[in-house]
Nanobody
Framework: QVQLVESGGGLVQAGGSLRLSCAAS????????MGWYRQAPGKQRELVAA???????NYADSAKGRFTISRDNAKNTVYLQMNSLKAEETAVYYC????????WGQGTQVTVSS
């Protein structure tokens, strides 16, 4: 049984920063993809940033230059450093891991006040 546990969400003022963490545990064979997605009320879930096992990264255009995704392979943990946050980025942020199967975390709320 694989579990993803997210942490680091919360309330922050516009322009502030947050760091999200997602730790994977359980019977993990080989992680191919770890990423962060977000879903705002009434909107579809969207990719924020992702990182492959080899360290290649992919960012949403809105996140480039402000967000940084990183990964600790030894700990099966992925991080998302978010700077200069905007009110419109208020959403539930989900961690995703693609291994032999596709796993999602339970989500962590990020609220950016204007």
């Amino acid at each position: 049984q694989v579990q993803l546990v997210e942490s680091g969400g919360g309330l922050v003022q516009a322009g502030g920063s947050l760091r999200l963490s997602c730790a994977a545990s359980g019977s993990i064979f080989r992680i191919n993809h770890m990423g962060w997605y977000r879903q705002a009320p009434g909107k579809q879930r969207e990719l924020v940033a992702a990182i492959t096992n080899g360290g290649s990264t992919n960012y949403a255009d809105s996140a480039k230059g402000r967000f940084t995704i990183s990964r600790d392979n030894a700990k099966n943990t992925v991080y998302l450093q978010m700077n200069s946050l905007k009110a419109e980025e208020t959403a539930v942020y989900y961690c995703r891991m693609i291994e032999l199967r596709d796993y999602w975390g339970q989500g962590t709320q990020v609220t950016v006040s204007s």
